[in-house]
């Protein structure tokens, strides 16, 4: 099993930015994707960004440029990088992890509780 559990989120204005950790712990030999998911207030979860391996990086249209994904493999810990924020961004931040290269939110076996990210105007 995997344990992953998230950090870094709060209350910031918008432009400011934000960096949001996942440190996973338990059987983490089996991770090789990362990735982090967001559920803004009233909306379905949304893809944010993940990480494949080392350095494979996929990003949702609207975080391309603006949100950072990396990963260290010797402390299994993923980081999330958000420049520029709006209050758009205003969401709870999910990490996911799998074994294996899933393409949808479903294929993450494990999951994170969450952090609150609130970006005020």
């Known amino acids: 099993q995997v344990q992953l559990e998230e950090s870094g989120g709060g209350l910031v204005q918008a432009g400011g930015s934000l960096r949001l950790s996942c440190a996973a712990s338990?059987?983490?030999?089996?991770?090789?994707?990362m990735a982090w998911f967001r559920q803004p207030p009233g909306k379905d979860r949304q893809f944010v960004a993940q990480?494949?391996?080392?350095?494979?990086?996929n990003y949702a249209a609207s975080m391309k440029g603006r949100f950072t994904i990396s990963k260290d493999n010797a402390k299994n810990r993923a980081t999330l990088q958000m420049n520029s924020l709006s209050p758009e961004d205003t969401a709870i931040y999910y990490c996911?992890?799998?074994?294996?290269?899933?393409?949808?939110?479903?294929?993450?076996?494990?999951w994170g509780q969450g952090t609150q990210v609130t970006v005020s105007s």
């Open positions: 990480i494949i391996g080392s350095d494979t990086t």
């Open positions: 338990g059987r983490t030999r089996s991770l090789y994707t």
């Open positions: 996911a992890a799998s074994p294996y290269r899933p393409t949808i939110a479903d294929d993450y076996p494990y």
